[in-house]
């Protein structure tokens, strides 16, 4: 409360006798109303406090009555916000013009500057070098991962369809599949390609190269984050070099992962952003200028609405926010600050959200109604916290039931909320099946952090977070402690998304991405202050006090000398190791290897030859690939569902017959790799048939006739095989006897030869008839006939005696 502020500033000016009077109440760590008797005051100076204002009367007792702008004046400090950034919301800059008319305000200095363009960079590096050559592929862009080749096909399809982005009919003319999903990343894509010229090669590489740009913006605002909260430019060069090595933040962020991550992760941290720099920003200081306010406001809004635009489960990420709203606003009713400019700009905020989401929903379609009336529902919890800190002062409410009765209230929120709105309690219910079915499930990122299958309780953190996971976790716990004794509203908001996002980790993988971005602060802080302990370094405030700031408040960077130098350096790399390791571990499992490559852009030109469509030119693999195969064949990406419902039970069939009959008009290619060796699949088993024999008669099991492999690798590590009808041939030879036919076939890529042996039985006239998947020579029963490739496609019957095709 400015007031309190001036009332200290006029107190102390007029009485300095009472500063140590004032000091001593500040030492006080309780914020539960005390009594006169508790303190080592005299009445008199007790009663000129009081009288002041800086005392506030509460259930019979006293408490300071804005412990943070009291200490600011003791301190030295004129700034009326809480210490935590440097100056007034000014000084940290957010987005377009107002970033670049304050940007030497943060980087002013040529040393930090330096260092934070090369930390930017090698950001882009570490996620760009390692699998550049895996992405661009001789005219293809290749997509790392699975899952991004959905947004691929949507982005192609709406190219393809001719749908208009000005064209409001087409606007409202997407399908249903794509209007519930993860529009924004396809919309951003289409719009941006169809501007410089429409094809899918453009829209291809736009979306290989999305992550990367969003990964270097993602580590500029982190710094801005870590800089701002700690008036100390180490730690927020620090949190981005973590950043930058974090293994789960790099590969979501790769050059090509082209999935939601990096546009959730750039928009998280908008809104962290934003929110920090209206948590620690007194009405006067958002009052001084409007363009200031709103752009904190707009960004806020529209980071919200991005959030829910970009992703199904865009609620969730929401929802930090409002408990790290509730969080600040008991806070500040226990502190005595004001809760008004925090809830108005953040209700002016939701406002801006409500109409990013609410338009398109109601306009086209867009998003379903709980996912687009978030921000409304956001904007009801403002307001009701807003009554609920009003009560709290009027009536004196103490802290603990203050604490209570904002949890019951929330409890009762989601609880009416669910009972009355249709809409968003279906949605709740969806994504608790989601979670009943889906959660620990074969798909790697369903597992828990601590998965027992990618390093348990103790390792598996490390394998996503690299070393700093200690370093981030040492310096959450620390941060919640200060959070809890003080009213430290920057770090507060920090701590809640930082111990949300860990507790959703540890139910699903997928949210250690979001966690690593705070985990980069939180490891950033403690290395610094690592390295102060070692006396490499100045010591670090975790909340900075006043008198450290000068000239702009914020610490700038030394060059030390040069043993330091190797020493800080020689600390990071061993702090950094793990992560560097991993990062490349982690890309290198989600790029296409050159086999993988080879092996679909065979299928392309085999099917491409042969006029082949969908879906008779469909590929089923293991489906953490199937999209991949897919997309280079035929283009049809949009689901792995299939892959994933059959390829294993297809796999395990022992009739032949049955899998033909049961595939032969949905399947058009097999992929089969050794990984099932390993396993020892039973000898009849089509993996066994077609893997290990191509086909060919074994002693446990018949020739296939509807299957024939096209295509092997030298080791044998990947085979295609194809289903056909298999031609039919007829002849004559001795009666009641086994005829063994047999022909060679050569396979590409590398000219593997391949016997095809096949035992047929004539009978008591001779006569014979078997069906071939192969074209070629073969020799029956003294008989020479040559099989066409026709023939094998059409079904036709090929006779021995005179080589004709029926």
């Known amino acids: 409360m400015p007031e309190v502020r001036d009332a200290t500033a006029e107190l102390i000016s007029e009485q300095p006798e009472l500063e140590s009077a004032v000091r001593t109440l500040l030492e006080v760590e309780t914020e539960e109303p005390w009594q006169f008797d508790d303190v080592p005051l005299d009445t008199g100076e ?75 960079t090698i950001t882009g590096l570490v996620r760009t070098v390692p699998s550049y050559g895996s992405v661009f592929r001789r005219g293809h862009t290749i997509i790392a991962g699975n899952d991004p080749y959905l947004f691929v096909y949507w982005v192609e399809y709406l190219l393809n369809e001719g749908f208009q982005p000005f064209d409001p009919g087409s606007l409202a003319a997407f399908p249903d599949a794509l209007i519930n999903h993860d529009l924004l990343l396809v919309v951003a894509v289409w719009v941006t390609a169809t501007i410089f010229g429409g094809s899918t090669a453009t829209a291809d590489v736009l979306l290989a ?40 933040a790099a590969y979501r962020m790769m050059i090509g992962f082209a999935d939601h991550d990096a546009i959730d992760f750039l928009f998280l941290t908008i809104t962290v952003l934003s929110v920090v720099l209206i948590a620690t920003s007194d009405e006067d200081a958002l009052r001084e200028s409007r363009l200031k306010t709103t752009t904190l406001i707009v960004a806020l809004g529209v980071g919200v609405a991005a959030q829910l635009i970009a992703w199904r489960g865009g609620p969730l990420l929401v929802l930090p926010l409002a408990i790290a709203l509730a969080a600040l606003v008991i806070s500040m009713v226990r502190s005595g600050a004001s809760v008004r400019p925090l809830l108005a700009s953040v209700a002016t905020a939701m406002v801006v959200a409500s109409v990013l989401t609410m338009t398109p929903h109601l306009a086209f379609g867009w998003l379903p109604l709980y996912r687009a009336a978030v921000p409304l ?85 490390f394998l996503l977070l690299g070393f700093t996971w200690l370093l981030g976790l040492g310096g959450l716990v620390a941060l919640s402690v200060i959070t809890y004794r003080r009213h430290t509203p920057g770090w507060l908001v920090l701590v809640v998304y930082g111990w949300f996002f860990l507790a959703m980790a540890i139910v699903q993988k997928r949210f250690a991405g979001q966690f690593a971005l705070f985990n980069a602060v939180f490891a950033g802080i403690t ?16 909340v900075p006090a ?28 061993l702090v950094s190791s793990l992560g560097m390791h991993q990062t490349e571990l982690k890309q290198s499992q989600l790029v296409t290897d050159d086999e993988r490559y080879d092996a679909a852009t065979f299928i392309e030109t085999f099917a491409a030859e042969r006029a082949m469509s969908y879906p008779e030119n469909y590929v089923l693999s293991l489906w953490g690939r199937n999209r991949l195969f897919n997309h280079v064949v035929s283009g049809e990406s949009l689901s792995y569902r299939y892959a994933k419902s059959n390829y294993i039970s297809f796999l395990a069939m022992n009739n032949a017959t049955r899998a033909f009959e049961q595939y032969k008009d949905r399947v058009g290619f097999v992929v089969t790799r050794n990984f099932l060796n390993s396993m020892s699949p039973p000898p009849r088993s089509m993996q066994t048939r077609l893997h290990d024999k191509y086909g060919s008669l074994t002693d446990a099991a018949p020739a296939l006739t509807h299957f024939r492999a096209i295509y092997t690798t030298p080791d044998r590590s990947i085979t295609i095989s194809q289903l056909v009808p298999g031609a039919r041939v007829d002849g004559t030879g001795p009666a009641n006897q086994t005829v063994t036919v047999t022909t060679t076939v050569t396979l590409p890529p590398a000219g593997k030869t391949i016997t095809y042996e096949q035992h047929v039985e004539t009978d008591t006239n001779g006569t014979f008839r078997f069906v071939t998947p192969y074209p070629g020579s073969y020799t029956i029963a003294g008989e020479n006939v040559t099989v066409d490739e026709r023939s094998v496609l059409s079904g036709s019957t090929v006779n021995v005696s005179n080589g004709t095709t029926g």
């Open 46 to 120: 007790f009663g000129e406090l009081v009288s002041a204002g800086l005392l506030e009367k509460r259930n019979s007792g006293y408490v300071l009555a804005d412990r943070n702008q009291i200490e600011a004046v003791i301190e030295g400090s004129d700034h009326a916000n809480t210490g935590l950034f440097p100056g007034r919301v000014n000084e940290i800059p957010l987005v377009g013009t107002y970033v670049a008319a304050r940007w030497r305000t943060v980087v002013d200095n040529r040393v930090d500057a330096t260092i934070l363009l090369v930390l930017l």
């Open 209 to 248: 190269w999305y992550p990367v740009v969003a990964s270097v913006f993602v580590a500029g605002l982190l710094y801005l984050i870590a800089t701002g909260l700690t008036a100390d430019r180490r730690v927020g060069l620090a949190t981005v070099a973590v950043f930058a090595f974090t293994p789960v």
């Open 377 to 461: 529902m956001a904007l009801g919890g403002v307001f009701g916290l807003g009554i609920f800190a009003g009560a709290v002062r009027h009536y004196s409410i103490s802290f603990r039931t203050a604490v209570a009765g904002v949890t019951i209230l929330s409890g009762l929120a989601l609880v009416g909320a669910w009972a009355f709105v249709p809409s968003l309690s279906a949605g709740i219910q969806g994504f608790l099946d989601y979670m009943a079915t889906y959660t620990w499930s074969e798909i790697g990122e369903t597992r828990s952090l601590f998965d027992a299958g990618t390093g348990g309780i103790v390792f598996g953190p």
């Open 527 to 542: 290395f610094v202050h690592l390295t102060a302990l070692m006396d490499l370094s100045q010591p670090v405030q975790w």
């Open 546 to 573: 006043a008198e450290e700031r000068a000239g702009d408040g914020v610490r700038a960077i030394s060059i030390p000398g040069r043993g330091t130098l190797i020493r800080l350096g020689t600390i990071f790399l």
